[in-house]
Nanobody, 128 residues
């Protein structure tokens, strides 16, 4: 089992910044891909960013086009925590943000069906 707990959401004005955290615990060694997704009211869950790592290669990080250049995903291996730094926020970034864990993914990182552990979500609201 893997447990994921998000934090860091809140209300911010357009152009502002937030940093989301996803603390992991349990059998985290079995999961080598972590992703962030978001879901706005009435919309489907949307891929935001993902990171895949291994002992034999550097981390691979992927972003949705809508957040590229504004969001930065990183991880702290010692803390078993993944972060999503969100800058230049826009009202359309308003959503519940979820982190998710998957086995080592080399393709399909944007497909939520491939992730088998999910956090409870944290609300991000960007006012105009």
């Amino acid at each position: 089992q893997v447990q994921l707990v998000e934090s860091g959401g809140g209300l911010v004005q357009a152009g502002g910044s937030l940093r989301l955290s996803c603390a992991t615990s349990g059998r985290t060694f079995s999961r080598r891909t972590m992703g962030w997704f978001r879901q706005a009211p009435g919309k489907e869950r949307e891929f935001v960013a993902a990171i895949t790592w291994s002992t034999w290669s550097a981390d691979s990080i992927y972003y949705a086009d809508s957040v590229k250049g504004r969001f930065t995903l990183s991880r702290d291996n010692a803390k078993n925590t993944v972060y999503l730094q969100m800058n230049s926020l826009k009202p359309e970034d308003t959503a519940v943000y979820y982190c998710a864990a998957a086995p080592y993914l080399t393709t399909g990182r944007g497909d939520p069906k491939l992730y088998d552990y999910w956090g409870q979500g944290t609300q991000v609201t960007v006012s105009s």
